[in-house]
């Protein structure tokens, strides 16, 4: 069993930046890949960034340049930095990490962009 906590989200003007963090209860490096989705109502989900226990990245084309997927090994934490935010931007987000063949999902995120 995997317990995902996320947490970093809040209220941001147009430009601005923001940090999400998702805690696992296991090693990162136990953990197939971790990615980042976001979620708004009446769209369908959204694979955001992606990164692999070996260490791969993916983005989604209407973030690259401007997210950033990482890893605090140490902290078993993997982050979703946020900069030059937009208003399309605004959504739930949630962290998901594949292990041992299935998936688990953290509680949710609102990240909201508006001036």
């Known amino acids: 069993q995997v317990q995902l906590v996320e947490s970093g989200g809040g209220l941001v003007q147009p430009g601005g930046s923001l940090r999400l963090s998702c805690a696992a209860s296991?090693?990162?490096?136990?953990?197939?890949?971790v990615n980042w989705y976001r979620q708004v109502p009446g769209k369908q989900r959204e694979l955001v960034a992606t990164?692999?226990?070996?260490?791969?990245?993916n983005y989604a084309d209407s973030v690259k340049g401007r997210f950033t997927i990482s890893r605090d090994n140490a902290n078993n934490t993997v982050y979703l930095q946020m900069n030059n935010l937009k208003a399309e931007d605004t959504a739930v987000y949630f962290c998901?990490?594949?292990?041992?063949?299935?998936?688990?999902w953290g509680q949710g995120n609102q990240v909201t962009v508006s001036s």
């Open positions: 998901n990490a594949v292990w041992s063949g299935y998936d688990y």
């Open positions: 296991r090693s990162i490096f136990s953990l197939h890949a």
């Open positions: 990164i692999t226990s070996g260490g791969w990245l």
